[in-house]
């Protein structure tokens, strides 16, 4: 093939130090520089090197040419191995994170009980099992406790074994002969304790705590209509069925949503919306008041303590010591747990002492605080001052009345909006 120009690539053939005189000359220096002795020079114009002869430039420069193509071709080698290694490094940190998140959902899910492992009856036999395998229970009880079980959850009514009772009656005895530092008592109506059994251990609070309310409230004629269908303390399972129930008449979808509208066979905890719910499918007037952040130093709430203060004196005032008031007790949820609130100390000092009822608290506990010659130190379980109560945010839930079916169904459309009263 004939020689081609290095400089433009056009083919020159014999003329091609004619070509590239008369074309390139001015990339070449002076062309035809004399040496002296007839030979003429001519210069590279990429290194300034100086040549004989128009080919052997030609050589060089192509020689530069290759180097160069090499050179741009492993940049562009190196660039496209640089972007595949962040590639890849992207891809690994976004499927890592997307099973960060995956096993995250999954823990919260276990917590919450939204993870399909079964529900109380399920929990309460695997708990039995343990029990069995660590020689705590004998074989004949395991299956006397299973037919008790099964036989509560067909009736849906609790087996009443986690259940003490008389125990606001211990205390009104004890608040009238004892306990000098206390100026004034108030207590709610009588009202029964439920603790967490085998079945529902670690989820079952907020369960308990409605059943504690309702006891109350079965136990007030004012309630008598409202309850006809429910005279009994219902198990937790048929709890679980009754706000699923209060879902389908409409009431809180958004709430309703987040368990997938299914509570039944779940271990799924309940809260203040949940309780709301279901207490005013059933016609019972009531409201959720959120202490949404503290209202004094140290991360306390003693707004909270003054409005349930409130909540039992208003209509109970006067001079007596113990005030056993009419009112049914309060619900009280934060985050993790709840439990509920059956009366209120005033010390001497003028500071203020809830008294609760904790679902974690069991029977035996409880049984403690009927002796009537208890001097006091029982009542550790029941005492919370304001100082102990230091959550980020409270939710109550509390009873003043009945509904009129006119009323429910307004209160039933607002939740569909549902928003709670905040104190500031």
Excluded at 28 to 54: H, K, R, V
Excluded at 315 to 336: M, R, W
Excluded at 384 to 405: C, H, P, R, T
Aim: charged share 25%; aromatic share 8%; with cysteine.
């Amino acid at each position: 093939a004939p020689p081609e120009c290095p400089f433009c690539g056009e083919a020159a053939g014999r003329e091609l130090e004619e070509h590239v005189r008369a074309r390139h000359g001015h990339l070449l220096g002076a062309p035809g520089t004399d040496t002296g002795n007839g030979e003429q020079l001519y210069e590279c114009p990429m290194c300034s090197l100086t040549c004989t002869n128009i080919q052997i430039l030609q050589e060089h420069v192509d020689l530069h040419l290759e180097e160069h193509n090499f050179s741009e071709g492993g940049n562009i080698r190196d660039l496209e191995l640089a972007q595949h290694l962040q590639a890849e490094e992207d891809e690994q940190q976004r499927s890592e994170e997307e099973k960060r998140e995956r096993e995250e959902f999954k823990k919260l899910q276990r917590q919450y009980g939204l993870d399909n492992s079964g529900g109380f009856k399920q929990q309460f036999l695997k708990s039995m099992e343990r029990e069995v395998d660590r020689g705590r229970m004998q074989p004949f009880e395991y299956h006397k406790r299973k037919a008790d079980m099964m036989e509560s959850l067909a009736s849906g009514i609790d087996d009443g074994k986690t259940k003490t009772s008389g125990v606001i009656e211990a205390l009104c005895k004890y608040y009238q002969n004892e306990s000098k530092d206390v100026r004034h008592v108030w207590l709610s109506a009588g009202v029964d304790h439920f603790h967490s059994s085998l079945g529902d251990r670690g989820w079952g609070c907020g369960y308990r705590n409605f059943q504690m309310l309702l006891s109350s409230l079965l136990q007030n004629s004012f309630y008598n209509d409202c309850l006809r269908d429910t005279t009994l303390i219902p198990s937790i399972p048929k709890i679980q069925s009754m706000i699923e129930d209060a879902w389908r008449e409409g009431f809180d979808p958004q709430g309703a949503s987040h368990f997938n509208n299914r509570l039944h066979g779940s271990k799924a905890w309940i809260g203040a919306c949940e309780i709301y719910s279901l207490l005013t499918s059933l016609r019972i007037k009531c409201q959720i008041i959120d202490f949404h952040k503290p209202t004094g130093p140290m991360g306390t709430h003693p707004r909270l303590f003054e409005w349930i203060l409130h909540y039992y004196s208003t209509d109970n005032e006067g001079g007596a010591k113990v005030v056993c008031t009419s009112k049914p007790p309060i619900y009280l949820q934060h985050q993790g747990h709840s439990r509920t609130v059956v009366g209120i100390e005033e010390k001497r000092n003028r500071s203020l002492c809830l008294l609760l009822f904790d679902p974690g608290c069991s029977s035996q506990q409880m049984q403690k605080l009927l002796k009537q010659n208890s001097d006091g130190t029982c009542l550790k379980l029941l005492r919370k001052f304001v100082g102990s109560l230091k959550e980020k945010q409270y939710q109550i839930v509390a009873v003043d009345g009945v509904l009129s079916l006119e009323e429910k169904d307004a209160r039933c459309r607002a939740s569909q909006v549902l928003t709670s009263e905040r104190i500031p």
